[in-house]
């Protein structure tokens, strides 16, 4: 697998930081690794637990590892995680990366596979039209409905941040430019998109946002949709 080229995962002890699909889980664990997966959706734990066999699943808030033991990981992964954390409005990246390095063993490296933000200025490449316009219109939805929704970080801020925690060496690449949207996947926002705007008490406001989701459906049928590029940030401890 292209993000874990030369890593030696066999019998290290690797801490799987957000089990969401479980497709990382099972990899890590094809690859001889010791994996703890740790994921606060129950029901994520619950479809990966049927796909794996020697893997440690765990309901937890990253936030908050004390239940682990200082130290003890090799490898900390994080695939497509960070920007998710942003829909608990509570938690802060800084909180959680600060977990990661506590557990982590002195030589212990942190490596985090996430989409830059999807602005003109950090992105290494073009943006779709269509998959900003989605992700501002899924962000608008959220706020008027008082709740989180995905904020992707640029790894420059995230480079600071494990810097004032202590990481040594910290490397930048990245890993794709560009990836097409399956269809299915394009289809699973349009699906989430409607049930949350139909939730708008405003009607005038619910008709204004259909209107816009409907547009942006439109376009999406006389294109391949693509998504923004994904770097890899590996930092050593």
């Known amino acids: 697998m292209e993000k874990l080229k030369c890593l030696d995962l066999e019998e290290k002890r690797v801490l799987d930081a957000g089990t969401g699909a479980c497709g990382m889980t099972k990899r890590l664990e094809k690859e001889g690794a010791e994996v703890i997966s740790i994921d606060i959706d129950r029901e994520r734990l619950k479809e990966c637990r049927s796909q794996t066999e020697d893997s440690q699943l765990i309901q937890a808030d990253l936030s908050d590892l004390k239940f682990i033991e200082p130290y003890s990981f090799d490898y900390v992964i994080c695939n497509f995680l960070v920007s998710a954390l942003s829909e608990n409005k509570d938690l802060l990246i800084s909180s959680v990366l600060r977990e990661f390095y506590n557990v982590l063993t002195e030589k212990g490296s942190l490596i985090i596979i996430d989409y830059y933000p999807f602005s003109k200025e950090m992105s290494p490449s ?92 439109d376009s999406a049928e006389e294109k391949q949709v693509r998504s923004g590029s994904i770097y890899e940030l590996r930092a050593l401890k």
């Open 126 to 217: 073009p943006l779709d039209d269509i998959q900003v316009e989605l992700w501002k219109l899924e962000n608008a939805v959220a706020e008027l409905l008082g709740e989180g929704h995905l904020q992707e970080y640029s790894p420059k801020v995230l480079q600071n941040e494990l810097k004032e925690l202590g990481f040594q060496k910290i490397e930048i690449s990245t890993l794709l430019d560009e990836v097409p949207w399956p269809i299915d996947l394009f289809k699973e926002h349009e699906d989430l998109l409607r049930e949350d705007i139909a939730r708008v008490a405003d009607k005038s406001l619910r008709r204004a946002l259909k209107r816009k989701l409907e547009k942006i459906i």
